[in-house]
């Protein structure tokens, strides 16, 4: 058993599910726990507070965070099922799409969960019988209302009003159309095999497949999107693939969710980013042509300074060919600047 990683994490998040299918991808032998109130009393020195944390048997230390204990885990086993694009430049735009993945498209599973009335209910439920193990109905009702109640007067702080849900619907969509016209003839983003932007999506979208509303919807508009998330859940059977030849054009799908991250993610970082430089708690700005404002994140000050870094790493061919694509997406003058080591 000393081979053996330990995830402690929850069904009803996102990065807890992207962290298990990725886990299951790479055939590193693995036990799921759900969290309950003892596994959080034992996690409660491990910062920041979040989950999923991961046990690793090497040093048998909880480590946080969903992306960098991805790398962590490719830097130890290097060479097996990795989930990074040999490319660098392939590599980079795999971590551009997970990022917006995990700080924008959570925005939808956000939004789709707590909005509604029906989804408000359903969750608030579901979640509560995982929090408490299968407490009493009293005791599972109780805390369902308390879930509720705190998520619910959360959406505007994260940017879900009735101004923003326009965009945040319109971009769910488009994500759904993206997948839905790419599945028809590709496997997975960058070839035939799932790489770190692939679980990012996946971690996000196991749960708007989940959801009632967004459920409904992806049912409508995309089975095929919505067998691809089930099935990137337990891939450890999936027989070993190919990247894509970064010499060639990318799929068009790649393309769409990069100019997603020119048109939306990325501003939206910026601002967060300067508001954050100026002392502001909140900050707004125009995505899709429409007023966009939520509260300042520090977290995502970090993630714009990490894709920074990175992209300030690429040299050669790959830095000539991510150019070229940043550009035609209208990425590139927001990796103009350097990453801000003071943050
Ligand atoms: N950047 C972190 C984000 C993890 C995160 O936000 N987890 C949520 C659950 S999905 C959480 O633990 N939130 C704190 C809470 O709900 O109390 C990662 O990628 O792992």
């Given at each position: 058993?000393?081979?053996?990683?330990?995830?402690?994490?929850?069904?009803?998040?996102?990065?807890?599910?992207?962290?298990?299918?990725?886990?299951?991808?790479?055939?590193?032998?693995?036990?799921?726990?759900?969290?309950?109130?003892?596994?959080?009393?034992?996690?409660?020195?491990?910062?920041?507070?979040?989950?999923?944390?991961?046990?690793?048997?090497?040093?048998?230390?909880?480590?946080?965070?969903?992306?960098?204990?991805?790398?962590?885990?490719?830097?130890?086993?290097?060479?097996?099922?990795?989930?990074?694009?040999?490319?660098?430049?392939?590599?980079?735009?795999?971590?551009?799409?997970?990022?917006?993945?995990?700080?924008?498209?959570?925005?939808?599973?956000?939004?789709?969960?707590?909005?509604?009335?029906p989804d408000q209910k359903f969750c608030s439920y579901w979640l509560a019988v995982s929090h408490t193990g299968f407490a009493p109905e009293e005791a599972t009702l109780a805390v369902a209302e308390f879930v509720?109640?705190?998520?619910?007067?959360?959406?505007?702080?994260?940017?879900?009003?009735?101004?923003?849900?326009?965009?945040?619907?319109?971009?769910?969509?488009?994500?759904?159309?993206?997948?839905?016209?790419?599945?028809?003839?590709?496997?997975?983003?960058?070839?035939?095999?799932?790489?770190?932007?692939?679980?990012?999506?996946?971690?996000?979208?196991?749960?708007?497949?989940?959801?009632?509303?967004?459920?409904?919807?992806?049912?409508?508009?995309?089975?095929?999107?919505?067998?691809?998330?089930?099935?990137?859940?337990?891939?450890?059977?999936?027989?070993?693939?190919?990247?894509?030849?970064?010499?060639?054009?990318?799929?068009?799908?790649?393309?769409?969710?990069?100019?997603?991250?020119?048109?939306?993610?990325?501003?939206?970082?910026?601002?967060?980013?300067?508001?954050?430089?100026?002392?502001?708690?909140?900050?707004?700005?125009?995505?899709?042509?429409?007023?966009?404002?939520?509260?300042?994140?520090?977290?995502?000050?970090?993630?714009?300074?990490?894709?920074r870094e990175e992209y300030s790493q690429l040299q050669g061919a790959p830095k000539e060919r991510v150019d070229l694509v940043l550009s035609e997406t209208g990425c590139l003058p927001f990796f103009s600047q350097?990453?801000?080591?003071?943050?």
């Amino acid at each position: 058993m000393t081979d053996v990683y330990q995830i402690a994490g929850d069904i009803g998040s996102p990065y807890s599910m992207k962290m298990r299918a990725l886990l299951r991808y790479r055939r590193l032998p693995f036990i799921w726990c759900q969290i309950n109130p003892k596994l959080r009393e034992e996690i409660t020195h491990v910062k920041p507070p979040v989950i999923p944390v991961i046990k690793f048997p090497d040093d048998g230390i909880w480590h946080v965070d969903s992306t960098p204990m991805a790398y962590e885990l490719e830097a130890k086993h290097a060479g097996q099922r990795s989930i990074i694009p040999d490319d660098a430049g392939l590599s980079f735009l795999s971590h551009l799409i997970e990022d917006m993945a995990d700080e924008w498209m959570t925005k939808m599973m956000y939004h789709y969960r707590w909005w509604r009335e029906p989804d408000q209910k359903f969750c608030s439920y579901w979640l509560a019988v995982s929090h408490t193990g299968f407490a009493p109905e009293e005791a599972t009702l109780a805390v369902a209302e308390f879930v509720r109640e705190r998520q619910v007067s959360r959406l505007a702080l994260v940017g879900s009003t009735e101004t923003t849900k326009p965009i945040i619907e319109e971009s769910f969509l488009e994500v759904v159309d993206i997948f839905d016209h790419h599945l028809r003839e590709n496997r997975f983003l960058f070839g035939s095999r799932p790489s770190l932007a692939d679980f990012g999506v996946f971690g996000q979208f196991s749960q708007l497949n989940h959801d009632p509303t967004s459920q409904g919807i992806i049912r409508e508009k995309s089975p095929r999107f919505s067998s691809w998330i089930d099935q990137l859940d337990d891939a450890s059977g999936l027989e070993e693939g190919e990247w894509i030849d970064p010499t060639q054009s990318l799929p068009l799908s790649v393309i769409r969710l990069l100019k997603m991250a020119g048109d939306v993610y990325l501003p939206f970082l910026i601002a967060n980013a300067e508001a954050l430089n100026k002392g502001e708690e909140t900050f707004s700005v125009t995505l899709m042509n429409r007023m966009y404002q939520q509260g300042t994140f520090k977290y995502q000050l970090k993630c714009l300074n990490w894709l920074r870094e990175e992209y300030s790493q690429l040299q050669g061919a790959p830095k000539e060919r991510v150019d070229l694509v940043l550009s035609e997406t209208g990425c590139l003058p927001f990796f103009s600047q350097k990453p801000e080591h003071s943050a």
